[in-house]
């Protein structure tokens, strides 16, 4: 038998529940693997072999009984304070809502999933914990703020991870690095104990590597059934500038291949009001940012302090005119899925840059991958609406590329059918590919 | 020192966040370019953009 680990997040409950795999070893040689494979890209810098085990014992038997997640550092857990990929505990140890409803469904946490500092960044390059790189090449970038998490998963670690998404935060770690990730609708979960209970724009995510495995963790998390659509032909809305257009044509190139072996019926779409996005999340999010205290402050990286600073000196009246858009703009959201069930454009508009310069070049020009992944994936956060970023091949750089998927409030089905209907029509090509260091 | 140096290092030392010429420096970069972007913010027509209540977990009501 291969490694277990090497199954996928239903197969590994599967197994466990016919009694071919004992949840013990499963956890013992999870964590083992972490120690052996996780040097060159510092996703899961925490393991709990203690913990871990005790949790086993009082698992119950619910539908991830015994099968090991990590969970980011943004999720405070009984035994340890979350940290937000900082030095010191900023949420005192507590079992979070997001914890607690994986906990119930028997899940087991084997260790910390490494993030970019504070969350406030969309390549992982920066944490107290050390850089995060990408399993399809280490000396680039793994994503954030979730790299941890979309790292651990692609290498064969674990098998799911629980994340948060602010900014793309779920869904642009999981393009990078050629996994499944699913962020959930503004507000569906618990937020006690979780850092996202600071913001509006934050949800949390799941990591997976694929959308049936997605499905798994996103119904424990939600604690409903997620059940499958009857099939019938999805209808999606492309938004062309600046969502398709400004991106690296190789990107955009397998995109439109995966909408067409789809079989989608793909209408052109206009959104009202998305030229204003950019400026209404950058208001909101500056105003939202809360400094810690000064002595933790003392402790960040110079660009985390430097933007914190910055938010400081931000004047309140972007806040209710920000407002204004942000209304707007869900009205002409909630307008556009009257006719679309899905929204679909490229998730990160390059491939992971490197991570001794994580800078981009697209068709405007060369700027920090910031900027242009948040222009991708931040109206979701804005509007509260769920998204999905799902692998749609690799890059001629030999890295992954992914396409995200955005739905109406509420329709995380609709997202993972979608996804799981992919899959089947290109016959797992994309969602089954192995990076080097997991093979 | 400049006036932007001298409004910052008021704020934070209200909350007793202590800075270096190299913290102001890179804060004074982020500032100028977040108030760039937002300026379109302050250009908005407010009658185009109407006040209206927000719930993040639904769709908003269209009628």
């Known amino acids: 038998m291969s490694h277990p680990q090497d199954l996928s997040l239903h197969e590994q ?16 040689t999870t964590l083992l693997r972490i120690v052996e494979r996780d040097g060159p890209i510092n996703s899961t810098p925490v393991v709990f072999e203690k913990e871990s ?31 937000n990929g900082s030095e010191r505990d900023l949420i005192s140890a507590t079992a979070s809502g997001p914890f607690r409803r994986l906990r119930d469904a028997g899940a087991v946490v084997v260790g910390i999933a490494n993030q970019h500092e504070l969350g406030m960044g969309t390549t992982g390059a920066i944490s107290a914990y050390g850089p995060m790189g990408n399993p399809w090449n280490p000396a680039t970038c793994a994503g954030g703020s979730s790299g941890g998490s979309a790292a651990a998963v692609s290498a064969r670690l674990v098998a799911g991870s629980l ?48 959308a049936r495995d997605a499905r798994l963790l996103a119904e424990a998390l939600l604690d409903r059934p997620l059940a499958s659509s009857s099939g019938a ?32 019926n793909v209408v052109e779409l206009q959104i009202e009001h998305l030229e204003l996005v950019g400026a209404a999340v950058l208001g909101r999010l500056i105003a939202e940012a809360s400094p810690p205290s000064a002595d933790v402050m003392a402790t960040l990286s110079r660009p985390t302090r430097a933007m914190l600073l910055a ?33 679909a454009w490229p998730c990160t508009p390059t491939a992971a840059p490197p991570l001794s310069n ?27 609406i769920p998204g999905i970023a799902v692998p ?48 | 020192m400049g006036d932007f140096e001298n409004w910052a290092n008021a704020t934070f030392r209200q909350s007793h966040i202590a800075v270096d010429d190299d913290d102001l420096a890179f ?30 977990r639904r769709a908003p009501d269209l009628t």
Not at chain 1, 203 to 210: E, M, S, T, Y
Not at chain 1, 235 to 264: K, Q
Not at chain 1, 363 to 379: E, F, K
């Open chain 1, 13 to 28: 409950a599967a197994a466990i529940a016919r009694g071919d795999l004992d949840p013990t070893e499963l956890i013992s």
């Open chain 1, 53 to 83: 085990m005790a949790m086993l014992h009082d698992a119950p038997r619910g539908a991830l009984y015994g099968v090991p997640i990590t969970v980011k550092d943004m999720f405070a857990l009984p035994w340890r304070a979350a940290r």
């Open chain 1, 163 to 210: 994340a948060s998404d602010s900014a793309g935060s779920t869904r642009l770690p999981a393009s990078y690095c050629g996994v499944v990730g699913l962020k959930l609708t503004y507000g569906s979960v618990p937020y006690d104990g979780y850092f996202g209970a600071s913001t509006t724009f934050s949800a949390p995510g799941v990591i997976a590597r694929d």
């Open chain 1, 233 to 264: 032909p999805l209808r999606v809305g492309v938004v062309r500038t600046p969502f398709w257009d400004d991106v690296d044509p190789e990107i955009a190139v397998a995109c439109e291949s995966a909408l067409r072996d789809a079989e989608w």
């Open chain 1, 311 to 343: 938010s400081m000196l931000a004047p309140a009246r972007v806040v209710p005119r920000a407002d204004r858009v942000r209304a707007a703009v869900r009205a002409a959201l909630a307008d556009a899925f009257g006719g679309v069930d899905l929204i």
């Open chain 1, 358 to 384: 994580p800078w981009v070049s697209l068709p405007s020009g060369q700027s920090p991958a910031d900027g242009p992944n948040m222009r991708q994936a931040a109206i979701a956060n804005l509007c509260g």
């Open chain 1, 392 to 439: 749609v091949g690799l890059h001629s750089l030999a890295l992954p590329m992914g396409l995200q998927l955005l739905a109406a409030w509420g329709q995380e089905s609709v997202l993972l059918d979608a996804a799981q209907h992919l899959e089947y029509a290109t016959q797992r090509a994309y969602v089954d590919l192995i990076p080097p260091l997991a093979r």
């Open chain 2, 27 to 56: 804060v004074q970069l982020i500032y100028v370019s977040t108030m760039t972007r937002l300026g379109v913010l302050d250009r908005l027509n407010l009658d185009d953009f109407p006040s209206r209540a927000i719930d993040l």
